[in-house]
T-cell receptor
């Protein structure tokens, strides 16, 4: 398997524009996580899915952020409208069914978003 | 709810010296604990994990960690640092109730020649 695949790797956009980040998890993994990493706040969990269903979106900072998982092999994180403070590295990670067996998450390479 | 605390946001060692990165956890149940490494401009990569069984866990690149329940600790060590070990290291705990991975704030390791 090629691992978790994120696209694009880098995105530069102007304030107010819509941004869509994409993720393809590892085949067979039931869990998908979206994280945001900044110098100030470190690694924050934004939202996670189990079997394509959003389980916990309490980390999503504002209504400008939304995430979907239409099928087991694809997820998107959308920011509309984008603001400079959204500049960060966004990671997608996937994990096999983990409850009770402590399986780890596998991370993608991340998308570096810059909003100017 | 589970949480982890990493003591020291930056650690500097000389090449060949012992590496010790500290992690303490908070959990009301036996935790699942992880160490991840992040190299510059890369995603996070699993170094090692503790689930059950042997409390001394060996990982990749010569790293190991010991689960100490009495101290609620899971410190990461490597006997001899190499320049290529320079990276950011994250301790994490798995939240058994929600399946979330809860990360610490990270420790940046610098290795000097």
């Amino acid at each position: 398997d090629a691992g978790v695949i994120q696209s694009p790797r880098h995105e530069v956009t102007e304030m107010g524009q819509e941004v869509t980040l994409r993720c393809k998890p590892i085949s067979g993994h039931d869990y998908l996580f979206w994280y945001r990493q900044t110098m100030m706040r470190g690694l924050e969990l934004l939202i996670y899915f189990n079997n394509n269903v959003p389980i916990d979106d309490s980390g999503m900072p504002e209504d400008r952020f939304s995430a979907k998982m239409p099928n087991a092999s694809f997820s998107t994180l959308k920011i509309q409208p984008s603001e400079p403070r959204d500049s960060a590295v966004y990671f997608c990670a996937s994990s096999p069914a983990g409850r009770g067996i402590g399986t780890e998450a596998f991370f993608g390479q991340g998308t570096r978003l810059t909003v100017v | 709810a589970q949480s982890v605390t990493q003591l020291g946001s930056h650690v500097s060692v000389s090449e060949g010296a012992l590496v010790l990165l500290r992690c303490n956890y908070s959990s009301s149940v036996p935790p699942y604990l992880f160490w991840y490494v992040q190299y510059p401009n890369q995603g996070l990569q699993l170094l090692l994990k503790y689930t059950t069984g042997a409390t001394l866990v060996k990982g990749i690149n010569g790293f190991e960690a010991e689960f100490k329940k009495s101290e609620t600790s899971f410190h990461l060590t490597k006997p001899s640092a190499h320049m290529s070990d320079a990276a950011e290291y994250f301790c994490a705990v798995s939240d058994e109730d929600t399946d979330k991975l809860i990360f610490g704030t990270g420790t940046r390791l610098q290795v000097f020649p």
